[in-house]
Structure formats: structure tokens, C-alpha cells
């Protein structure tokens, strides 16, 4: 089965902790994307990469870091440095940059 | 920048049509989509409709273009309980980029 998951479904941090989140997708996809969704509001873009290697910050990159190591795989951390991490993040992927995207079935992150 | 605007909440009854409405400011999105997301879970990929297109038809559901007016809907026939859910439209390519837009969100609730 082609798709992306997520991992863990939820997560909880302490105060001061970094957290990871992973994404993975085995659609070949060569774009990857991390949202953030709060109650009421539409999705938000933290973090994208269009290719193996190369990534850029979205709308609301602060206190968050990514890496694209592999195609499959890019993973979120949720640093000490943002202050209000409680919220739903979803990872997406799309065949390029311009493409329709398909999301994973997220990550609830709740602060302790 | 960009302002996608839809309402908060739709209520039905079982049977009877939905119409989810969706306006915006920037006309320069590509394709313009909507995903369905149920509570607790990623975002589903419904339907979308190419920019120079009026209208598209996909079994019980059909998605109206105005570009004059910067509207969009998403017409649900026949609305079933497990359509229950929000639904988010979506511009992608808005502002000449890669980035997707999101609208607020509609929660949908059938009624039996």
C-alpha cells in the first residue's frame, strides 16, 4: 500500500524538551511538507523540501527544524524554543513542487 | 497576501444537498482543491478543479468555479452521515508560488 505515515499519533513534551516528529512516504514523492493546525484555523506551512538535501522554511518556522536526509523521510523536531507546540501537525508529500499534495494521518502534540 | 474565507458551520439532513462555499482574494491559484478531514485524522484529498475550468462532476459531488466573483463550492448530493466532517478548500500556486492556501475549515453535520 502506497501512503504516508506518521508517527507517534500523539506525543507529549516536557517544558525545555525536543521533540521528533517522523514522516514517511512511499509515493516517490520528491516534495515533502510539515503543517501545523489549531482549533479553528486552517492549515499553516512550518517547513517544505523539494528535494532530497535541500529544505526551506515556511510561514511559521520558529522554535521547529527539519531534515531530508533520505527521500522517503522528513522528520520535524519541536525545540524548547516554541512556546506553544500544543497543536495537530500534518506531514504531506506531492510528486513535485507544483503537484496536488496527499497528507498523513498526523501527530496530536500535547505540552506536559 | 492571499484570504481564503469560509463559513464555520453547515448543518443537514440526511438525503438532502450540501453546499460548502469558499471565496478568496487571489486569483492566480492553478488548481483550487478541496479535502474532507475527519475529527482526529489527516486531510483527505475529495476533488479539485483546474483554474480554467467552471465546473466538475465527480459522482455525488460537484465543485462550481466563479472566477469573477472569486468563488468557489463544493456541492455534496445526497448527504449521508458519514459525510460528517470539515472540510477545508484549498488554493494551490496562489501569489505565483508552490504554496497551497487554506481556508478555515467548514464542519459539516448530518443530520438523521
Known amino acids: 500500500d502506497g501512503g504516508i505515515t506518521q508517527s507517534p499519533k500523539y506525543l507529549f513534551r516536557k517544558e525545555g524538551q525536543n521533540v521528533t516528529l517522523s514522516c514517511e512516504q512511499n509515493?516517490?514523492?520528491?516534495?515533502m511538507y510539515w503543517y501545523r493546525q489549531d482549533p479553528g484555523q486552517g492549515l499553516r506551512l512550518i517547513y517544505y523540501s523539494q528535494i532530497v538535501n535541500d529544505f526551506q522554511k515556511g510561514d511559521i518556522a520558529e522554535g521547529y527544524s527539519v531534515s531530508r536526509e533520505k527521500k522517503e523521510s522528513f522528520p520535524l523536531t519541536v525545540t524548547s524554543a516554541q512556546k506553544n507546540p500544543t497543536a495537530f501537525y500534518l506531514c504531506?508529500?506531492?510528486?513535485?513542487?507544483?503537484?496536488?499534495?496527499?497528507f498523513g494521518p498526523g501527530t496530536r502534540l500535547l505540552v506536559l | 497576501g492571499e484570504d481564503v474565507e469560509q463559513s464555520l458551520f453547515l448543518s443537514v439532513r440526511e438525503g438532502d444537498s450540501s453546499v460548502i462555499n469558499c471565496t478568496y482574494t487571489?486569483?492566480?491559484?492553478?488548481?483550487l482543491y478541496w479535502y474532507k478531514q475527519e475529527p482526529g485524522a489527516g486531510l483527505q484529498l475529495l476533488t479539485y478543479?483546474?483554474?480554467?475550468?467552471d465546473m466538475k462532476q465527480d459522482q455525488r459531488l460537484t465543485v462550481l468555479l466563479n472566477k469573477k466573483d472569486k468563488h468557489l463550492s463544493l456541492r455534496i448530493a445526497d448527504t449521508q452521515t458519514g459525510d460528517s466532517a470539515i472540510y477545508f478548500c484549498a488554493l494551490g500556486g496562489a501569489e505565483g508560488t508552490y504554496k497551497y492556501i487554506f481556508g478555515t475549515g467548514t464542519r459539516l453535520k448530518v443530520l438523521a
Open positions: 504531506a508529500s506531492s510528486n513535485d513542487i507544483q503537484g496536488t499534495q496527499y
Open positions: 487571489d486569483s492566480s491559484s492553478t488548481y
Open positions: 478543479i483546474f483554474s480554467n475550468m
Open positions: 509515493l516517490n514523492h520528491d516534495a
